[in-house]
């Protein structure tokens, strides 16, 4: 159950996400949903990543960089989540959707 916001056109920059980056974020919707008994704190969760992609569309480099994964971090929702992507040409492709709160990836 992915939102239509998945693939965006925003000030020429596509945005397209991984398969897996896909299946972290129903991953983590899933588990929001399960634990709350609730779809309110999984509706927050899609608002705030669709302000963060739509962000990340208008200014790509203003995140953290990881030199040896090639991969932009950008982190929102008060610290909780991360989008990882990279860039390539005037794409966007968001290759993993993830809780802080889990280990480290860098």
């Given at each position: 159950?992915?939102?239509k916001?998945?693939?965006?056109?925003?000030?020429?920059m596509?945005?397209?996400?991984?398969k897996?980056a896909?299946?972290?974020f129903?991953?983590?919707?899933e588990y929001w949903?399960?634990?709350?008994?609730s779809?309110?704190?999984?509706?927050?969760?899609?608002l705030?990543?669709r302000?963060?992609?739509?962000?990340?569309?208008?200014?790509?480099?203003?995140a953290r960089?990881?030199d040896n994964a090639?991969?932009?971090?950008?982190?929102?929702f008060?610290?909780?989540f991360?989008?990882?992507?990279?860039i390539k040409?005037?794409?966007?492709?968001?290759?993993?959707?993830?809780d802080?709160?889990?280990?480290?990836?860098?």
């Open positions: 159950m992915l939102p916001f998945i693939e965006k056109h925003l000030k020429n596509v945005v397209n996400w991984t897996e896909e299946i972290n129903d991953d983590t919707l949903r399960n634990r709350n008994q779809d309110t704190y999984s509706e927050k969760i899609i705030e990543t302000k963060t992609q739509n962000s990340i569309a208008d200014n790509p480099h203003l960089f990881h090639n991969t932009y971090q950008r982190i929102f008060k610290g909780k991360s989008l990882f992507y990279k040409g005037e794409t966007i492709l968001i290759t993993r959707f993830r802080n709160r889990q280990k480290p990836l860098y």
